[in-house]
């Protein structure tokens, strides 16, 4: 039911968009309608574009660390004209499942850095304090938090009666960045039934990336932005270990992008959008199966940062830069009858080797938000322009930087 | 209550200059154990113009519940509208309805949200606060002497094994030029029964084996505001403060209960992403001030947690969580 409502949404819009309609008939799964949503981009890695030294996990995704899963809903609908409450709909929501137990009961340890405080993340301080996370992650636009909040307690209450009545509520963690230049932000057009599907309907497996879920109406570097992930998997002697990053692209100005050193930003300066408004925000989310403790993993979400400045960006006074890290390895109970729990940790001398794949897959999961985005038109007729390929694959020829041959 | 300083006219938050206070507090007369489904807790430091920001800091020690807004606070230094306390459940409808009502009125933002996990006595699943009251409960804030007891956020709170309500006072920083207002707002909603502390010593209090038991989450959450101009970190040190007096209760955090203070100085307005001028003076308030300050908001702080014990009315209990007796508190100072 909520597959094919969600569906139907998307295909109300997509004329606008010059997107291929799906088959009609039976719902379709959303990574299908995702898929539809992506025709014609690539991730830059299959452009030839390389990010450091390391190699990928086999998706190059989050979900290449074990137990992660991913779900997006994205809302487009409508055109023209902005008219509040009615749309145009071009907003979501992407649901991050830190592991595949049971959430509430369940606990991964966590950090969250904020590297730029003009943001929101809802659960900052749960897991500032306490240092876990218990719930999905979701990531939407700024004026849904409320909604996505209550929506997502309401259903993980619903899912578990005792939850609030002999075991703690859970507190969701509910990120976001504008999407008010392309979308009826105000008016808030997310529904209960979209929240429950981004989560139910998250899967490990590839992850769909540009203008889908949380990301469908955000805009990185003056071009279309959205969701980007990367990762990276360490060789045996390094540890073994995968991280995997996911990023909501939405901030910075197009004179300082930079891909893999190269000035594309300047290389490229036309295909503005109309409103020249302020840089906005990026929620970037770092999972590893390295065994982390909490203080690990600040450092990690640390190192997100260094992998947002290869792209070029100041992280403006008007950004929110909000990072969170977890770590899969761990799971405790706020049950467990034991008196005393065995937990892993990385050692010391091996902290660093999580360093490097945490801000390349961040670089590479910026790239990719850009790149696997389409060229989009929103409220208002307000057009914000897919970076385009064919010129990036010239620019990166240019000045050596492309892996011709694979 | 020993205190170096004296109360203020209304001993309450409400003495300090340009704070307001509102209430929503929606009655379920058919429960006797679930009294109030909607209750809701505003706090406005700022005046309601677009862009002002005041000096404020959040402090928490043990957090396990949610305060929106705390990255902002915690990087820029600077709140930009209210504060409101709810019960956890109903956080994200009241930051929802927040954000339907900051295109019509000043609010700031992000909107700053205290959810309390009042689920020993509230319908964890009943109605939650619609658009309309949570606007009305912004619009009633008024500077009268905050109205305390079984009301607002305190609805469904318990502490110490009590009913518990809002509690507010007040300290005047006489002995510096000029005199400066301190004032405090608790909400406490953790603590069992034997961890009650009054006056520096164990509470008189019924036997332990008749007291309902803590919330799952505990948290207590103290307001601070003065018209002393201060930067963030003094406003941090006030907050810091502010839980040292709580502390004198018995509130302690734990793996389950956290403590939560908010300090905002009124006597500095800022305007958010000012650009007339590259540079601007603000008054700053010297070490010997604020070390006053400090003493005032702990003591207003500690007056203010007892009170959310004092005040709430002999009837105002539920079967599980009593009012606390008469005479528990007075027979201590």
Known sequence: MTETMTRRRILKGAGGLGLIPLATGTAAPHWAQDRAITIGRARARDLGIRFGDLAPGPLNAITDVQGVSVGHTTIIKGEGPLVEGKGPARTGVTAILPHDGDLPRTAVAAAVYDHNGNGEVLGSLQIRDAGFIASPILITGTYNIGRVFDYTLEYLLSKDPALGQTYPPPVPIVAETSDASLNDSQGRLITRADVVAAIEQARPGPVAEGAVGGGTGMVAYQFKGGIGTSSRRLSAERGGWTVGVLVQANHGERPVLRIDGVPVGREIPDLLPGDAGPAKSIIIVVATDAPLLPNQLFRLAKRASMGLARTGAVSSHSSGDIFLAFSTSNRLSAEDGRPLVPVRVVSDGFITALYQPTVEATEEAIVNAMTMAVTMKGKNDHVVHALPLDRLVEVMRRHGRLQEAR | ?333
């Open chain 2, 1 to 333: 209550m020993m205190s170096a300083f004296p109360a203020g006219p209304k001993n309450s938050l409400t003495d300090v200059p340009g704070v307001r206070v509102g209430h929503l507090t929606r009655r379920d007369p058919s429960s006797r154990e679930h009294p109030a489904h909607i209750g809701l807790t505003a706090i406005f430091t700022i005046p309601p113009e677009p862009r002002r920001t005041r000096p404020a800091a959040i402090v928490t020690m043990g957090g396990r519940t949610e305060v929106s807004g705390l990255n902002l606070v915690d990087d820029f230094g600077f709140v930009t509208g209210p504060i409101v306390a709810t019960s956890l459940r109903a956080l994200g409808r009241v930051h929802d309805a927040m954000i339907s009502r900051l295109t019509r009125v000043p609010l700031g933002w992000p909107p700053i949200v205290v959810g309390l996990d009042d689920g020993r006595l509230m319908e964890r699943r009943g109605p939650l606060p619609t658009d309309e009251e949570v606007a009305r409960a912004l619009d009633a804030a008024s500077d009268e002497k905050v109205e305390e007891g079984v009301v607002g956020a305190a609805s469904g709170l318990v502490a110490f094994g009590y009913k518990s309500g809002v509690g507010s006072a007040s300290r005047q920083v006489v002995g510096v030029n000029p005199t400066y207002t301190v004032g405090a707002l608790a909400l406490l909603n953790m603590g069992r029964r034997e961890a009650l502390r009054v006056g520096g010593a164990a509470a008189r209090v019924a036997p332990s084996a008749s007291a309902a038991p803590p919330p799952l989450l505990g948290s207590a959450v103290i307001v601070v505001a003065t018209d002393a101009p201060l930067d963030d970190r003094q406003c941090r040190l006030l907050a810091t403060a502010s839980l040292q007096g709580l502390g004198r209760l018995g509130a302690v955090p734990g793996t389950r209960e956290g403590l939560v203070a908010y300090a905002v100085s009124t006597g500095v307005l800022m305007t958010r992403g000012d650009r007339t001028a590259s540079q601007i003076e603000l008054p700053y308030s010297p070490a010997p001030v604020v070390g006053a300050l400090t003493e005032a908001a702990a003591d207003a702080a500690e007056e203010a947690g007892l009170r959310t014990l004092t005040s709430v009315a002999p009837t105002a209990g539920t079967p599980s969580y009593p009012a606390m007796p008469r005479g528990t508190a007075e027979r201590r100072q």
